[in-house]
Antibody
Framework: QVQLVESGGGLVKPGGSLRLSCAASGFTFSDYYMSWIRQAPGKGLEWVSYISSSGSTIYYADSVKGRFTISRDNAKNSLYLQMNSLRAEDTAVYYC?????????????WGQGTLVTVSS | SSELTQDPAVSVALGQTVRITCQGDSLRSYYASWYQQKPGQAPVLVIYGKNNRPSGIPDRFSGSSSGNTASLTITGAQAEDEADYYCNSRDSSGNHPFGTGTKVTVL
């Protein structure tokens, strides 16, 4: 069965950096787009970024552009999110999700999330 | 990026029908997908495309679209359907924004 397991969350000071990882299993990772989605405490879902199956196409939400970098290692079945210049408003649970682009786009599998807290 | 707007909250009597709407310009070009999220849990895909349900999603969930509005309908709502629901759609710039979310209460 498809599994996505995020790691790397934690407490970081404003202006600091953090790298999130997502380990994928149960499907051919290199065949699928992948995405990061976040949810601030008590708030709605916010799409952050996605990366194509080969890594050649990447998009970011305006709120993180220039600060966050998404990447993947298909040999390791892993997705990453490098987060720099972190702000208090980046505090959220970060979900890794598979973006199924076979037909209509949808996030068909999600991890359980990892909490990032940005605070001094 | 484009915005998707949802009503903040709706309520439905047990066994009745409720429709949740999502409005946005991108919906004129792309279908929405819909996600159910219960407290403390990750979201779950319930509807995508014209009206497709992933395996394991009850057939009381259905989707439709017209113009700039997408709808999720729950026919015969059950207590376990009480949750937050979010729409999502791609836009022409490659973004995939989520809707503002709707809290569904089953009375």
């Amino acid at each position: 069965q498809v599994q996505l397991v995020e790691s790397g969350g934690g407490l970081v000071k404003p202006g600091g950096s953090l790298r999130l990882s997502c380990a994928a299993s149960g499907f051919t990772f290199s065949d699928y787009y992948m995405s990061w989605i976040r949810q601030a405490p008590g708030k709605g879902l916010e799409w952050v970024s996605y990366i194509s199956s080969s890594g050649s196409t990447i998009y970011y939400a305006d709120s993180v552009k220039g600060r966050f970098t998404i990447s993947r290692d298909n040999a390791k079945n892993s997705l990453y999110l490098q987060m720099n210049s972190l702000r208090a408003e980046d505090t959220a649970v970060y979900y890794c999700a598979r973006l199924n682009d076979y037909g209509d786009h949808r996030f068909d599998y999600w991890g359980q999330g990892t909490l990032v807290t940005v605070s001094s | 990026s484009s915005e998707l707007t949802q009503d903040p909250a709706v309520s439905v009597a047990l066994g009745q029908t409720v429709r949740i709407t999502c409005q946005g310009d991108s919906l004129r070009s792309y279908y929405a997908s819909w996600y159910q999220q219960k407290p403390g849990q990750a979201p779950v895909l319930v509807i995508y495309g014209k009206n497709n349900r992933p395996s394991g999603i009850p057939d009381r969930f259905s989707g439709s679209s017209s113009g700039n509005t997408a709808s999720l309908t729950i026919t015969g709502a059950q207590a376990e359907d009480e949750a937050d629901y979010y729409c999502n759609s791609r836009d022409s710039s490659g973004n995939h924004p989520f809707g503002t979310g709707t809290k569904v209460t089953v009375l």
